[in-house]
């Protein structure tokens, strides 16, 4: 969750437009990029779908031991917030 709201936080600070994002579901970035007319096929909205996926993946991973898998997606989480700060600019 703090990954999510990290990522959250820095799209709508970073950036403003005429909603924020609310959420890293598919259909709260369909809503945000059809609503900013923001580029659907930006190197940012893939990032931020791409990180999506990822802190899902968590999230389902949660009650289970902590495994490679999730260390490495974690990591990784860490990495495509990064790169979100850097395309923001």
Same mark, same amino acid.
């Given at each position: 969750?703090?990954? !999510?709201r990290q990522i959250?936080?820095l799209v709508n600070? %970073?950036?403003?437009?005429?909603?924020?994002? =609310? @959420?890293?579901? @598919?259909? &709260?970035? #369909?809503?945000?990029?059809?609503?900013?007319?923001?580029?659907?096929?930006?190197?940012?909205?893939?990032?931020?779908? +791409? &990180?999506? @996926? %990822?802190? =899902? =993946?968590? &999230?389902n991973k949660s !009650?289970?031991?902590?495994? #490679?898998?999730?260390?490495? +997606?974690?990591?990784?989480?860490?990495?495509? +917030? +990064?790169?979100? #700060?850097?395309?923001?600019?």
């Amino acid at each position: 969750m703090a990954a !999510q709201r990290q990522i959250l936080e820095l799209v709508n600070r %970073k950036r403003r437009h005429r909603e924020e994002l =609310f @959420g890293l579901s @598919g259909k &709260a970035i #369909e809503r945000w990029v059809s609503v900013n007319a923001v580029d659907a096929n930006s190197n940012l909205v893939e990032l931020i779908k +791409t &990180a999506s @996926g %990822k802190l =899902f =993946f968590l &999230a389902n991973k949660s !009650q289970e031991q902590i495994s #490679e898998d999730y260390r490495t +997606t974690s990591q990784e989480i860490a990495k495509l +917030t +990064t790169a979100i #700060e850097a395309e923001l600019g």
